[in-house]
């Protein structure tokens, strides 16, 4: 459900970040305080992307950190407006909240680790989705699928790239199913490993691993385009922050925040959400 574990105290205010005035509705949004990844320290993502928000909207606007747990809890139980969780639209979830119009489209790619064994795969610059290019997509997964015969591809335990490769490639490679994430980095350190899955914004973790094929994103597997998690029924928040966002598109700052923190471009230029 959630593209990163969420962590920090609980609800301990940020900021009061608006200009508007008092008798302005009012607009708590929960982000995380810190988000530790795989590319290291990423803290400041969702908080500065919840800080621009609120300085967009005609409303006072407060930011406050996320407790551990469910990242739903404070919509559920009405002590936030609206969430930034890395949350996934999908078909479970929104039957219990309402999204935003996305701010992320996340990828997911490879790359080698064993390149005298997998010296290249095919549809480099490709990014495809089983969901909206399913004839590509499967074409490439195809097309992988002779790559990869008798290779070790591998990917962090418990993750949706793990998911992806037992599912498309599992039965032609070996698809290491690993309990902890220090087994998987401990496999890859030993050159046990021909190739590895990841989300784009995560793949420059890996050093001296090099980037190849083609990318995947939006699918019932690696989830479709990352948006703010709202109140059911509740327009005038909703509102507010679809404005905010696509403002932040237009003028190309949700482009620079995200440059700024993941060193690619994961804003969603068109529109990944499934219509479910």
Not at 41 to 57: K, M, N, W
Request: proline fraction near 7%; aromatic fraction near 6%.
């Amino acid at each position: 459900m959630t593209f990163h574990r969420l962590a920090a105290a609980a609800f301990l205010v940020l900021a009061v970040l608006s200009p508007a005035s008092a008798e302005a509705p009012a607009l708590r949004i929960v982000a995380p305080a810190t988000r530790p990844g795989q590319a290291g320290d990423l803290r400041g993502f969702e908080a500065e992307l919840a800080a621009a928000i609120c300085q967009r909207v005609s409303a006072k606007c407060e930011v406050v950190a996320a407790a551990d747990g469910d990242p739903l809890t404070p919509l559920l139980q009405a002590k936030a407006d609206a969430v930034i969780a890395g949350l996934s639209v999908g078909p479970g979830i929104q039957g219990r909240i309402d999204f935003s119009r996305a701010y992320a489209s996340v990828s997911h790619g490879f790359a080698i680790a064993r390149p005298d064994r997998l010296s290249a795969l095919p549809g480099a610059g490709d990014t495809l989705s089983l969901s909206l290019e399913p004839g590509d997509a499967a074409a490439m997964i195809a097309a992988l699928r002779k790559a990869f015969a008798g290779m070790t591809i591998a990917a962090a335990p418990g993750t949706p790239d793990r998911a992806f490769l037992a599912a498309h490639f599992g039965d032609v490679a070996t698809v290491p199913d690993y309990a902890t994430v220090a087994a998987f980095q401990s496999d890859l350190a030993a050159g046990r490993i021909d190739a590895i899955m990841a989300p784009v914004i995560g793949l420059q973790a890996y050093r001296g691993l090099t980037p190849a094929g083609p990318r995947f994103y939006a699918d019932d597997i690696l989830g479709f385009d990352l948006a703010i998690g709202l109140r059911k029924a509740d327009r005038g928040p909703h509102d507010m922050v679809d404005r905010a966002i696509d403002d932040m598109i237009r003028d190309g700052s949700l482009t620079q925040l995200s440059l700024k923190w993941f060193a690619v471009d994961i804003t969603p230029h068109r529109c990944a959400c499934k219509p479910f």
